[in-house]
């Protein structure tokens, strides 16, 4: 955030082909390097130095095995790095940024649950509510009807599937963003170290809502609309040649699709950390993915990933007993071909998403904003700003 100490504005650091070439505390510089840095020929102050061997004649003694060499094995070498929260401040492995997701939501249990435990109940009783009383029943299926009737019948019940499950994604959004918003605050202040209570989240997350609200609805806009545009040629030439135009127009506009989420998917946290326009917070994430796209998608699928298993893990046992407790749905699901759920089945389903969202909805934010973090290291030297907004001795301010 501009006003915090360590999230400074795009600009007070390069931000382009320095990844290589930051200086940090923990690497050897020269001495005229920030406060903290030592050079490979000025130990820092406080440690020893090893007596120096100047001859270089026969009779000189070779130096003692581990003198005038750069000491090995552990706990020689460069010092670790400081880590005043959840993450080393220094470029970060995968693990370590999974691992600082996990470590933020331990530490901050209370504010964590209860940000993302009040949501998913509110959000999941709104989907339930919507889903028994607002949306229309789905249309009855004919298992014996062929032809054009049977065609009729399968786009009949797509668009009311599609019209259904939209009431539901925008909750669920909704809930997304709001849950975004606030734990990204609380990530942003678990890597200084700094203890933040629900109330300090909100107040200042609470700013940022409607311009994250407007990016994640430009992406989604922008998603529909390529989407569109590589399957309409198909369905407007039509037959059989169309169907495969349609298909291959689907995998161009997926590939297309992913490609531009990945390079901005760091929008969300530069719009709240750096309190960024939309606009601008499309081109902070683009420039911070810039050469690193492939890096940043492997992390994010993993994510993906992890967050599937979860689903299924908790997910299958829900849906068992929810079957278990609401046969009778079942069994008229598996006669006539009914749809619709009764209370049981929707109460039990409800509460294993509740147990889903109130597990992932972190694990996602967190990634996500650490991930930022990371690129913003690895090209801007973030670390010794947050060293220093962390009051880390060494690290003061100087000109």
């Known amino acids: 955030?501009?006003?915090?100490?360590?999230?400074?504005?795009?600009?007070?650091?390069?931000?382009?082909?320095?990844?290589?070439?930051?200086?940090?505390?923990?690497?050897?510089v020269d001495g005229s390097g920030p406060a903290g840095n030592w050079s490979s020929t000025q130990p820092p102050a406080?440690?020893?130095?090893?007596?120096?061997?100047?001859g270089t004649g026969p009779g000189t003694p070779p130096?003692?095995?581990?003198?005038?060499?750069?000491?090995?094995?552990?706990?020689w070498g460069r010092p670790p790095a400081a880590k005043p929260g959840v993450i080393p401040l220094r470029p970060l492995g995968v693990g370590e940024i999974l691992d600082g997701a996990v470590s933020t939501m331990r530490a901050h249990w209370r504010t964590v649950l209860g940000?993302?435990?009040?949501?998913?109940?509110?959000?999941?009783?709104?989907?339930?509510?919507?889903?028994?009383?607002?949306?229309?029943?789905?249309?009855?299926?004919?298992?014996?009807?062929?032809?054009?009737?049977?065609?009729?019948?399968?786009?009949?019940?797509?668009?009311?599937?599609?019209?259904?499950?939209?009431?539901?994604l925008l909750i669920s959004m909704l809930a997304t963003i709001f849950t975004t918003a606030v734990l990204t605050v609380v990530i942003s202040r678990s890597v200084l170290g700094?203890?933040?209570?629900?109330?300090?989240?909100?107040?200042?997350?609470?700013?940022?809502?409607?311009?994250?609200?407007?990016?994640?609805?430009?992406?989604?806009?922008?998603?529909?609309?390529?989407?569109?545009?590589?399957?309409?040629?198909?369905?407007l030439i039509g037959d059989t040649a169309g169907v495969g135009l349609a298909f291959l127009g689907l995998l161009a506009a997926g590939g297309v699709f992913l490609w531009l989420m990945v390079r901005f998917c760091l929008a969300s946290p530069a719009l709240m950390l750096e309190r960024q326009?939309?606009?601008?917070?499309?081109?902070?994430?683009?420039?911070?993915?810039?050469?690193?796209?492939?890096?940043?998608?492997?992390?994010?699928?993993?994510?993906?990933?992890?967050?599937?298993?979860?689903?299924?893990?908790?997910?299958i046992p829900f849906g068992l007993i929810a079957v278990a407790v609401d046969d009778g749905s079942l069994s008229s699901f598996l006669t006539d071909g009914a749809t619709s759920f009764g209370w049981p089945f929707l109460i039990v389903s409800a509460v294993g998403d509740v147990v889903i969202a109130t597990i992932t909805y972190p694990l996602s934010a967190g990634v996500m904003a650490l991930l930022y973090v990371d690129q913003r290291i690895r090209r801007e030297a973030l670390d010794l700003d947050l060293a220093r907004a962390a009051g880390l001795p060494g690290y003061d301010n100087r000109s």
């Open 277 to 315: 326009s939309i606009t601008a917070s499309l081109k902070r994430s683009a420039k911070l993915v810039r050469g690193a796209w492939w890096r940043t998608f492997g992390i994010l699928a993993l994510t993906w990933l992890l967050t599937i298993i979860v689903m299924v893990v908790i997910g």
């Open 194 to 235: 700094r203890p933040v209570t629900l109330s300090d989240a909100w107040a200042e997350a609470r700013p940022r809502l409607l311009p994250l609200l407007g990016l994640t609805l430009l992406l989604a806009v922008m998603a529909g609309v390529i989407m569109t545009a590589g399957i309409l040629p198909g369905f």
């Open 1 to 28: 955030m501009n006003d915090t100490p360590g999230w400074a504005s795009p600009g007070s650091a390069p931000s382009d082909g320095q990844e290589a070439g930051v200086p940090r505390p923990s690497e050897p």
């Open 115 to 168: 940000i993302t435990l009040a949501v998913s109940v509110v959000a999941q009783t709104a989907i339930l509510l919507v889903q028994e009383y607002l949306l229309p029943e789905p249309p009855s299926l004919d298992r014996n009807a062929t032809g054009s009737e049977a065609l009729r019948q399968a786009i009949d019940s797509l668009r009311s599937s599609l019209l259904n499950s939209a009431p539901p």
């Open 46 to 54: 406080g440690q020893w130095s090893p007596p120096s061997h100047t």
């Open 63 to 75: 130096p003692h095995p581990g003198w005038g060499v750069p000491p090995q094995g552990p706990g």
